[in-house]
């Protein structure tokens, strides 16, 4: 009997088998040499591509195919299509707004540019044979690493071995960018033996300790999606944000986590001195984003913010943010960015009290100073702080968060580490 | 690894924010008639936007134009929702690939799966 997560899943494997021949394709136009290295690259949260069906599912138990239309990123997107990409909770799963299954495919490509483009073509070049593994970013990130390691990989792995006669997962990379490293972290902490075969996990501006556009996306929305023309829909992009899970993993550090690891404030380059969330009127007083206290977040009747989903997300971020298990701590790398002339990028927040309904014109929150960092990220947050300072690895230049993966200096800093 | 860099030039830069801010004027110019500020959005409404006046709005930017705006867009949804940090893109101006070059835009639907192989020249290239 058809579910709507088995629908999905199968949904989404449909179309994972034409990239699964692309990748067949690539692979046998190169000589058959051994010591060949698959490389699954993770696109960042944002950064892979997001089809809906046109028609929803109908809950009746029968297998069922959908036809799609592209809501991120394309023209639909900024005509309106951004505020059908909600989700609401179903028992204990999340479906997709009015039962219209989202899957994701490949990365994004708006007006012929990819964040990734460049970054494959560099792949090439140096022999590694790459695979841009789409996931969906709205979703929790667990989610995402259940159906890579027991959907995907097992079908990747026999449709390669059964037309190419090799196994793509005899030597392999784990590499995701920015909340797809997050994802890359957590797939280190699944038990499975294919995790053996894996021989790097590198994760290029990853955040570890989050950052503020997550939060003030709760009560500002997305200035590039809160207007369609001369109609403001800043409080529908809120319901819709608010709406998704993947994003509750992505405030700043709990104050725990913070406590537990005071190397944070020593580290020689980039330090983080103190907490980055404060109370607006109190600096002495931290804002937790994971239990900031009553009056810090708009209601669930407000803007369908769920504190409960939040609890849940601390859960898995502390997961995030612990250490590596001993099995692949020495295979885990961290590259973070740094866009000079430094100062570039929020560090900190102060946060004020609601008073009463949130109001996406008056946030409660002020970002604070400019820090080192890629323009989206500080320069603490992009590498997990337990980690052995050989296998952190700073991209200093002209860089910036979204398209770091095109930069030349990125390339160079990846080869260093693989 | 020895790192072989790519020798293809680095992307081109991004549009200034004021630029795209017109793009998306100019774009949501075409959406569906019937949108309402007072109405609750109804998505097969949405849907019925100008597809013929988005394509001919998109055909008459270059090609370098639009990769510029869509650098910026990308660059920028990622960031924090308000500017705390000012707007310190030094945009040099950029040589017009080609006048009139036909939007390399998704289609909007995707019926069946398809991706493009890839091309032999990269291949020859990289041995």
Redesign the interface.
Known sequence: MSTYNATRDSEQL??L???I??FI??YE??PMTSGRRTLFLFP???GT?L?RAQTPYQDNGTPQTF????YW????T????A??LGMHKHGNHFRDY?DKIVIP??A??????T?YS?FT??C????LDWFIFGWDWRRRPEESVHFFFHKFLPLFRSTVQNQCGVDPLQDFILMGH?FGGMVVKLMLHHQDQVLDNMTRAVTVASPFYG???QI??WF?????LN???????TA?MIKVISSLPGGYVLPYLDDQTFLNNPSLQTDPDYPLNQYPSRDFSNAAQDVDPFNPGPNRYPTHNDTGFDVNELQHALTVYRKIAAAPPAAHASKFFNLRGIQSPTG???GSITWSALTGPNNPHA?PV??GP?NPGD??LPAWSARLVTLNSNQIVPVKGNI????IM???LT??AI??V? | MRNRPLPSPQPVLPAKRAEVEKFLKGLQGFRAKGLDKDVPLDEAEVKKYDPAGVKAFLDNMTVGSQQAIARRIMMDIMKSPTKDVSDKSKRKPTKKTSPKVKSKRASKKSKAPKRSVVKKKKANRRR
Request: glycine share 14%; net charge negative.
């Open positions: 449909r179309y088998k034409v990239d021949a692309s394709q690539r136009s190169k960042g949260g944002m591509q089809l036809q799609y239309d592209n990123l394309s023209p639909l900024f005509l309106g299509g505020l059908f009015e495919y490949g994004v490509n708006f007006l012929g540019l964040p460049r073509q560099w090439e070049l140096n022999d920015s950052y503020d556009g003030r996306r500002e929305g997305e200035p590039l207007k369609i023309g001369s109609i403001d829909v529908q570039s990028t929020t946030s002020t970002g400019g323009g989206t910036d968060h979204m398209l095109e930069d030349d390339h160079a080869a260093q693989l």
